[in-house]
């Protein structure tokens, strides 16, 4: 097969990422095939120019169901576009450029950042993300591995 890339990793319909910007926080994330583009949760969701460059600050929840933990980033502004959601309501997001580490493997993704409170995971990883060597087996999850357990930085240095 043309394009074929024979050093895929297998993953999971779902996997714990961790986004190198968060320092060793992990996120888990669902690995959507049907969804182009990568999102994460975010609020608080603020534009601002610096100097030639538009930015974006916006906070972030890493924890499922809880808004423990609040994480605030600033990230350049990389597009602007029209995104479809699942209910088929068409939206302009900011998209931002971010690493992400997916089984071992680091990345940089297009990531839109919009409000996921009703969704089951904070952050998806769509598409586009995906075609970069990774193979998505829709039986099984977690095959890059769990955090040995949850630490939250509340309870760090205890």
């Known amino acids: 097969m043309s394009g074929t890339n024979h050093s895929s990793i297998t993953v999971g319909w779902r996997e714990w990422v ?8 992990r996120i ?6 049907g969804a182009r583009t990568s999102a994460l949760h975010a609020f ?8 030639d460059t538009d930015w974006v600050r ?4 890493p924890w499922q ?18 995104v479809r959601s699942s209910s088929g309501h068409v939206g ?3 998209v931002v450029l971010m690493d992400v580490v997916l ?16 969704m089951g995971f904070r952050m998806l ?14 039986s099984r999850s977690y095959l890059g591995g769990r955090p040995k357990r949850a630490i939250r930085r509340k309870n760090r240095g205890r």
């Open 58 to 61: 916006f906070s972030i929840h």
């Open 18 to 25: 961790s986004l190198p910007e968060l320092g060793d926080l």
């Open 125 to 138: 990883i769509g598409r586009e993300a995906l075609r970069q060597g990774f193979l998505v087996d829709s």
């Open 28 to 33: 888990k994330a669902k690995l959507d095939t």
């Open 65 to 82: 169901r809880s808004a423990e933990d609040a994480v605030r980033l600033a990230l350049p502004v990389h597009d602007r576009r029209a």
């Open 44 to 51: 608080d969701v603020e534009e601002v120019r610096q100097g």
């Open 92 to 94: 302009h997001r900011v």
């Open 103 to 118: 089984s071992e493997q680091r990345t940089t993704v297009e990531v839109t950042l919009s409000r996921r409170d009703e």
